[in-house]
């Protein structure tokens, strides 16, 4: 038997303002965002802003339904929205944040595992990591330099 350590390394802002500017106005989409989900079940808002390498800032929001797996997080409908209109532009910088209707939300707040996998499959695709800054509604930010940060030993298609 071999034992492995994985580690990861992500850094902490206190809040917003410790941001660049770039990265602030990311921020601001995503909150715009935010305001736009459709989260009636979950009461569970999520806004993504993305900054592509054309210059073009694409967003998206949490949709639900129903029917809960046919819903969609913000990140995928921000990544797949991207993908679709500009697809030879790359993901540069990815801002999150996240709000409850039932509690305060001011602790970073991470993508969940399924959109994990997505943000990792255009990283891959675009041999190129991917900022990603993720925050409540207030308070600490927390910034990765990569989405392989986020989601160690990932499933890509060198496995198919």
Do not use: H, W
């Amino acid at each position: 038997m071999k034992e492995i350590n994985i580690s990861t390394q992500l850094q902490v802002y206190d809040d917003c303002s410790e941001l660049t500017e770039d990265v602030q106005s990311l921020m601001k989409a995503a909150v715009k965002a935010r305001e736009n989900a459709y989260a009636p079940y979950s009461k569970f808002n999520v806004g993504a802003a993305l900054l592509l390498d054309n210059g073009e800032v694409v967003i998206g929001s949490n949709q639900e339904n129903a029917s809960y797996p046919s819903g969609l997080c913000a990140e995928r409908t921000a990544v797949y929205y991207a993908g679709a209109k500009y697809p030879n532009s790359k993901i540069i910088k990815m801002a999150i944040t996240a709000s409850s209707q039932n509690q305060i939300t001011d602790s970073p707040i991470p993508p969940c595992g399924a959109c994990r996998q997505s943000i990792s499959e255009y990283e891959i695709k675009q041999k190129q990591p991917i900022e990603i800054f993720f925050m409540g509604v207030k308070g600490k930010v927390v910034k990765s330099n990569s989405l392989a940060n986020l989601l160690p030993l990932g499933f890509d298609r060198s496995f198919l």
